[in-house]
């Protein structure tokens, strides 16, 4: 049964940068067939991507946040992370990793979701 | 805004059917990348509910059905549980600018 647990802080101030880890139980992030991602959700409102990253390290970032967020991968302790800097008020969301299945041709889709974890950016 | 749409609110009685639309445009779901949808309780994460346009995850009761045509697609929810109550999100993807997995504004599902 795969599990996913993001952990971080869940207070960032203004203009600091905000870091998660998501661990991966029961599977492999280095696995091919599968990929890796993040996505988030403010407060009372929809679901926004933020990144992909595949163990060939192809990543992919959403254009609105590319030039402050990093995705990347430790695979010696079965984990990727997030970082988004400069943050804003606007950043406070809940925050989830995902896995990604690669099965379907044309079909780019999260089967796993983590539980989620609150950041809220504050001073 | 959403790059694809979807109705803020649906509602329906128990044991009614009720249709959620998601609609896109030819460089997500025209394009054929295929829809997928979640569900997500209040309070809980997403939960994948269909992928592939049609496709059930082991679990998802056959209630739950999809459908694709076009740019737009569609979730069926046919005899409608109170447990039914929640948002649900299309999903697809988007080659317009870069590589972007793209969410509906989500819809949420009342049982009368």
């Known amino acids: 049964q795969l599990q996913l647990q993001e952990s971080g802080p869940g207070l960032v101030k203004p203009s600091e940068t905000l870091s998660l880890t998501c661990t991966v139980s029961g599977g492999s992030v280095s696995s091919s067939n599968n990929y890796w991602a993040w996505i988030r959700q403010p407060p009372g409102k929809g679901l926004e991507w933020i990144g992909s990253f595949y163990h060939s390290g192809n990543t992919y970032y959403n254009p609105s946040l590319k030039s402050r967020v990093t995705i990347s991968l430790d695979t010696s302790k079965n984990q990727f992370s997030l970082k988004l800097s400069s943050v804003t008020a606007a950043d406070t969301a809940v925050f989830y990793c995902a896995r990604g299945d690669t099965a379907l041709v044309s079909s780019y889709y999260f089967d796993s979701w983590g539980q989620g974890t609150l950041v809220t950016v504050s001073s | 805004q959403s790059v694809l749409t979807q109705p803020p609110s649906v509602s329906g009685a128990p044991g009614q059917r009720v249709t959620i639309s998601c609609t896109g445009s030819?460089?997500?779901?025209?394009?054929?990348?295929?829809v997928h949808w979640y569900q997500q309780l209040p309070g809980t994460a997403p939960k994948l509910l269909i992928y592939g346009n049609i496709n059930r995850p082991s679990g998802i009761p056959d209630r739950f059905s999809g459908s694709k045509s076009g740019t737009s697609a569609s979730l069926a929810i046919a005899g409608l549980q109170a447990e039914d109550e929640a948002t649900y999100y299309c999903?697809?993807?988007?080659?317009?600018?870069?590589?972007?997995?793209?969410f509906g504004g989500g819809t949420k599902l009342t049982v009368l």
């Open positions: 999903q697809s993807f988007d080659n317009s600018l870069s590589a972007n997995w793209v």
């Open positions: 030819s460089s997500n779901i025209g394009a054929g990348f295929d």
